[in-house]
């Protein structure tokens, strides 16, 4: 498996490591409940150095981002804006989605997700090929340019950042949702995959035991996949590989509002979305019964049958949540009845996300 430049550090705090898309990540750090909570309630950090960020510039950056997304890079005019997108083929299916960062006209910052990064770059490199245009795409993942992410996270996250990284305060402070700033070798995002406040830290790899160490210091917990996990589950947050794959539309998957089919503007699978309107409504569900909603379990509704995609326990609620692919039929508020073994247990249908800013939204 390949290992993060934290890899020594996790397994120094006795973390429980596991295989995640190839990558030997911690599971937890001895309680994935209590990682949890310390993200809803105070600040929690994680490695996502397996992340892949790419970054993306020449002459024809812009024009190759407009044609290889769904979501439009014309949105993306102040420097440090980020947007999310998906990276579709040509049937309509996500590739990946992903994070694009606007530097310059000339100069965009990619992040992808670990386990579909060598995909990625070869679909990246084929399409830029193919449609001829000036693009450098390089990762940032070896050598002297190496890059490593931490990701700060919880309603403390941001005052604790400031207290490890004082000089970032000022650049940092004033970031909506979506924006990064630049503070000498630190790139500073406004984004997460938790549903709480925090940053996004990229920074050259040979500094980021440093920076955990650090943070650990100031009171930021450790934390692993598994409080990621239901974390981004509360949050309404997609997974690549279960919520969404190649062979499923961004339509059907909870993302139209990342793709952008009003504009004169084509791009790779557009004529499939076109062709293919969307077929499922991508909803969530609390369990009202005993029990734990996995992924594949069957949905019964009163208009045909459905499938969870992604479900677990919610430490916040307390209460079994799922993301689920539902007929089109299904409106919020419906009873189903989700079949767990030899049994059908009641579940509601609700609008995700959860939980976002530790307040319960269901």
Same mark, same amino acid.
């Given at each position: 498996?390949?290992?993060?430049?934290?890899?020594?550090?996790? &397994?120094?705090?006795?973390?429980?490591?596991?295989?995640?898309?190839?990558?030997? *990540?911690?599971?937890?750090?001895?309680?994935?409940?209590?990682?949890?909570?310390?993200?809803?309630?105070?600040?929690?950090?994680?490695?996502?150095?397996?992340?892949?960020?790419?970054?993306?510039?020449?002459?024809?950056?812009?024009?190759?981002? &407009?044609?290889?997304?769904?979501?439009?890079?014309?949105?993306?005019?102040?420097?440090?804006?980020?947007?999310?997108?998906?990276?579709?083929?040509?049937?309509?299916?996500?590739?990946?989605?992903?994070?694009?960062?606007?530097?310059?006209?000339?100069?965009?910052?990619?992040?992808?997700?670990?386990?579909?990064?060598?995909?990625?770059?070869?679909? *990246?490199?084929?399409?830029?090929?193919?449609?001829?245009?000036?693009?450098?795409?390089?990762?940032?993942?070896?050598?002297?340019?190496?890059?490593? *992410?931490?990701?700060?996270?919880?309603?403390?996250? &941001?005052?604790? #950042?400031?207290?490890?990284?004082?000089?970032?305060?000022?650049?940092?402070?004033?970031?909506?949702?979506?924006?990064?700033?630049?503070?000498?070798?630190?790139?500073?995002?406004?984004?997460?995959?938790?549903?709480?406040?925090?940053?996004?830290?990229?920074?050259?790899?040979?500094?980021?035991?440093?920076?955990?160490?650090?943070?650990?210091?100031?009171?930021?917990?450790?934390?692993?996949?598994?409080?990621?996990?239901?974390?981004?589950?509360?949050?309404?947050?997609?997974?690549?590989?279960?919520?969404?794959?190649?062979?499923?539309?961004?339509?059907?998957?909870?993302?139209?509002?990342?793709?952008?089919?009003?504009?004169?503007?084509?791009?790779?699978?557009?004529?499939?979305?076109?062709?293919?309107?969307?077929?499922?409504?991508?909803?969530?569900?609390?369990?009202?019964?005993?029990?734990?909603?996995?992924?594949?379990?069957? #949905?019964?509704?009163?208009?045909?049958?459905?499938?969870?995609?992604?479900?677990?326990?919610?430490?916040? *609620?307390?209460?079994?949540?799922?993301?689920?692919?539902?007929?089109?039929?299904?409106?919020?508020?419906?009873?189903?009845?989700?079949?767990?073994?030899?049994?059908?247990?009641?579940?509601?249908?609700?609008?995700?996300?959860?939980?976002?800013?530790?307040?319960?939204?269901?």
């Amino acid at each position: 498996m390949k290992k993060t430049v934290l890899n020594a550090g996790h &397994r120094q705090s006795g973390a429980r490591m596991v295989d995640f898309g190839g990558w030997e *990540m911690p599971l937890h750090y001895g309680s994935q409940i209590e990682e949890h909570h310390a993200v809803r309630r105070d600040a929690g950090m994680f490695d996502v150095s397996h992340m892949c960020a790419v970054d993306v510039a020449g002459r024809d950056a812009g024009t190759f981002l &407009r044609r290889l997304l769904a979501n439009n890079v014309d949105r993306l005019k102040v420097p440090g804006k980020a947007l999310y997108s998906a990276m579709l083929n040509e049937a309509g299916g996500v590739i990946d989605d992903l994070i694009v960062y606007y530097l310059d006209d000339r100069s965009y910052r990619v992040v992808v997700n670990a386990g579909t990064a060598e995909k990625d770059l070869d679909w *990246m490199a084929a399409r830029r090929d193919q449609w001829q245009l000036a693009v450098h795409i390089t990762p940032r993942r070896e050598g002297a340019g190496a890059l490593a *992410m931490i990701a700060v996270q919880g309603p403390n996250a &941001r005052r604790k #950042v400031w207290q490890v990284l004082p000089e970032c305060r000022a650049a940092s402070e004033a970031l909506k949702p979506f924006f990064a700033a630049v503070v000498g070798d630190h790139f500073i995002a406004s984004t997460g995959y938790t549903g709480e406040d925090g940053y996004e830290i990229t920074l050259p790899a040979a500094q980021a035991d440093r920076l955990w160490q650090a943070l650990a210091a100031a009171g930021v917990r450790p934390c692993g996949l598994g409080a990621r996990d239901t974390l981004r589950l509360e949050a309404g947050m997609n997974l690549y590989g279960q919520d969404m794959d190649e062979t499923v539309s961004p339509l059907d998957a909870g993302l139209a509002w990342t793709v952008d089919l009003v504009s004169p503007r084509d791009f790779v699978g557009k004529a499939a979305l076109l062709a293919r309107p969307q077929q499922v409504r991508f909803l969530g569900l609390v369990l009202l019964d005993r029990g734990v909603l996995r992924a594949h379990q069957p #949905v019964h509704t009163t208009h045909g049958d459905g499938e969870i995609t992604s479900g677990s326990f919610s430490p916040t *609620m307390q209460q079994s949540i799922a993301l689920a692919r539902l007929p089109l039929a299904v409106t919020l508020g419906d009873a189903v009845q989700v079949a767990i073994r030899d049994k059908r247990l009641a579940a509601r249908v609700v609008k995700p996300p959860f939980v976002r800013n530790g307040h319960i939204l269901v």
